[in-house]
């Protein structure tokens, strides 16, 4: 699946993408709030400036991927792969939960 056809589909109501294959996808500035994208393969997509405002990341894949200045407020950040993800300490605070997540650092979070 490529980052325009989830956009399109969350235009249409869809939320559920959960264990979507989206490697490399393109949603800098995407509209996601809500969205279910646990188990998600995002390794290496551009989500810069995204809105996942309440989104559930719970184990998704996220290494590599560009998060700056993404809205992660609420979001579940449960068990996600952060490694080496370009995202701050500031926006990981506003998530919901990050147990068990592997920080971009490499370390995990208790």
Same mark, same amino acid.
Request: charged fraction near 30%; proline fraction near 1%; charge should be positive.
């Given at each position: 699946m490529?980052?325009? +056809?989830?956009?399109? /589909?969350y235009? =249409?109501?869809?939320? *559920?993408?959960?264990?979507? /294959? &989206?490697?490399?996808?393109?949603? +800098?500035? =995407? *509209? &996601?709030?809500? #969205? ?5 393969? %995002?390794? *290496?997509?551009? &989500?810069?400036? @995204?809105n996942?405002?309440?989104? *559930?990341?719970?184990? @998704?894949? %996220? #290494? $590599?991927?560009?998060?700056? +200045? @993404?809205? &992660?407020? +609420? @979001? ?7 490694? !080496?993800?370009? #995202?701050?300490?500031? !926006?990981?605070?506003?998530? /919901?939960?990050?147990?068990? =997540?592997?920080?971009?650092? $490499? $370390?995990?979070?208790?």
């Open positions: 490529k980052g325009r +056809e989830v956009i399109r /589909k235009k =249409a109501g869809k939320r *559920n993408f959960s264990r979507v /294959k &989206l490697r490399r996808a393109e949603l +800098e500035g =995407a *509209n &996601l709030r809500d #969205v279910n994208l646990s188990w998600a393969y %995002l390794k *290496n997509a551009n &989500l810069r400036g @995204a996942l405002a309440g989104a *559930n990341l719970m184990g @998704a894949d %996220l #290494v $590599g991927g560009d998060l700056r +200045e @993404a809205n &992660l407020n +609420e @979001a579940n950040l449960r068990f996600a792969n952060l490694y !080496q993800a370009d #995202v701050t300490s500031a !926006q990981l605070a506003h998530a /919901k939960s990050l147990k068990g =997540a592997i920080l971009p650092k $490499g $370390g995990r979070h208790e």
